[in-house]
């Protein structure tokens, strides 16, 4: 009798131990995650193939416990801050460094946002039987890193950046198309640009724009200001 208990003993210790890794997980905290890796492929830190094989498994989990060990490799967030939700996952009141997210929807329309516009940390992207276009090449970067989520549906995506940028992207398409040409900026410094997309039916492409250079646009604003 004492040896079939024992198991389940230890079991409920095991389950006790810790707690907030049999949580379920939410929408939210599955974002958190995708917005880690996201970063830690920007920095070079994660191949493409590493990032979409973990954004494959971030998006099946069902735990906090299940997420953790994704990102236990990696830095938790920009601040360092621990996280009581575990390694790598930040608490739901924690803010993006760039504010909320920029949405961008296409619904049996078209949207598009070019011109000298400040990008925000994070830009959302959704086209459903629609057309959305993000012109880069004369905005202004708030920050190194700027992330586009670009969903296409029956529809197109296109963004466009200025060419002396680092572009990446990791994304998948579904009797579609999904294509980012990679760039990498000759200026350690200068703003990172990386796309994920998942087109269903749909087109999501990223590209320079020939002729469109950043410094450029820097130096006529500074001559605009005198």
């Not at 003993?9 to 810790?18: D, F, G, I, L, P």
């Not at 920029?102 to 078209?110: H, I, L």
């Amino acid at each position: 009798m004492d040896l079939e208990k024992q198991p389940q003993k230890s079991a409920v210790r095991a389950e006790t131990a810790r707690p907030e890794q049999a949580m379920r997980a939410s929408d939210a905290d599955r974002d958190r995650i995708a917005d880690i890796l996201r970063d830690a492929l920007a920095e070079g830190r994660l191949d493409a193939e590493e990032h979409s094989e973990r954004i494959d498994a971030v998006y099946r989990a069902k735990t906090l416990g299940e997420l953790e060990p994704l990102v236990s490799d990696l830095p938790s967030d920009g601040r360092g801050a621990a996280s009581p939700y575990g390694a790598g996952v930040r608490a739901p009141e924690d803010d993006e460094a760039g504010g909320p997210a920029d949405n961008v929807v296409a619904v049996f329309s078209s949207a598009t946002r070019k011109g000298r516009w400040s990008v925000g940390r994070r830009t959302n992207a959704f086209s459903l039987f629609g057309s959305v276009e993000i012109d880069l090449t004369e905005a202004m970067f708030r920050q190194r890193l700027t992330v586009i989520n670009a969903t296409s549906i029956f529809g197109n995506v296109e963004i466009r950046v200025p060419e002396n940028i680092t572009l990446r992207g990791s994304g998948t398409g579904i009797f579609g198309n999904f294509e980012v040409v990679h760039l990498e900026a000759a200026d350690p410094q200068a703003p990172v640009v990386v796309v994920n997309g998942y087109a269903v039916l749909g087109n999501i492409e990223a590209r320079p724009k020939r002729g469109r250079l950043i410094a450029d646009l820097h130096a006529r604003l500074r001559k605009h200001l005198g």
